[in-house]
């Protein structure tokens, strides 16, 4: 949290960790701007619960969490009455009459006035705990930026580090880059790579969301669930980007990802042949021909192998 300690010097002077608390603790809504956190989650109460625990272990205090479980059971409910119902900052809803769709919906239709950035935080993924201050720092060095993103760590089951190796999509960058937001959509469109990360990994000026707060670029995605890539081009058709190589968060590998299912191959698919044909008839992006025929032709390599199955 740099930027208090700009202002009142205390950088030059030195300054001890007990003062520093102090001082955010009682000036951080003054000073910083309110930043959204939204956490859907399922039953799995005790991923979830680190997953809230990683945004309460944030150095950045200035949050607005809200929290939406459409859980079938009660054990989520009942952990959050228990452990968290004192923290004024969390805002929780269940809907246990909700099914994925509706849960989806119910997060991306959440929209604090105040705030002025956003989070998703998927509730099997963490967040480290500088994840907040430090991109919020970025967004006030760069106002022409709309998205913060960063490599993810890679995790199992268990929370072990997965093997460096690990299949990931990222960018060849060493050091805090800022990026053309017209280069880096082309660049998503042609690859067909997510190489800015699941939700839990960026952070973006709320102001730029489809109709201020919603998932998407098209207004179609709702219906297949795909949350990242058209979200990352809406942002990314309004500003640049800043990719930062040091992991902020964690990513989950596991039995329950959903990404490992046919179905989610089969709407991922359709989610980027909907940005591709978004992208042409806006003429962003994919502004000439051959670029276009590039894009097409891509979608259908990596498609047709799921057609056939």
Known sequence: ???SWLLTKKWQEGYDEVSQQAFLDTYSKDIYPLVSIIIPTYQR???????????????YRNLDIFITD?????????????????DPRIHYEHHPDYGERENWARASSYDNSHAEYVNWLMDDDLFLP??????????FANPDVSIVTTRREVIDAYGNKMPADYPVARLPVSIPTKLDG???GRELLLSEQNFIGEPTTALLKKKFLLNGHELGFTGMEGKYLVSDFPMWLRLLS?????????????????????????KCYITCRIGWALAIRAAIERDV???DLDTRQKAIAEWLNITKPYIQW
């Open 1 to 3: 949290m740099k930027l």
């Open 182 to 184: 017209e280069t880096v």
């Open 70 to 86: 459409n859980s079938h059971n009660t054990e989520t409910a009942k952990m959050m009455r228990r452990d968290f119902a004192d």
């Open 238 to 262: 309004n500003g640049h980007m800043v990719y930062l190589p040091t992991p902020l968060s964690k990513f989950r590998v596991h039995e329950g990802n959903d990404q490992s299912t046919h």
């Open 285 to 287: 992006f994919l502004c």
């Open 130 to 139: 500088h994840k907040i201050a430090i991109m919020v720092d970025y967004f």
């Open 45 to 59: 109460p005790h991923y979830f619960r680190l997953a809230l625990e990683s945004v309460l272990a944030q150095t």
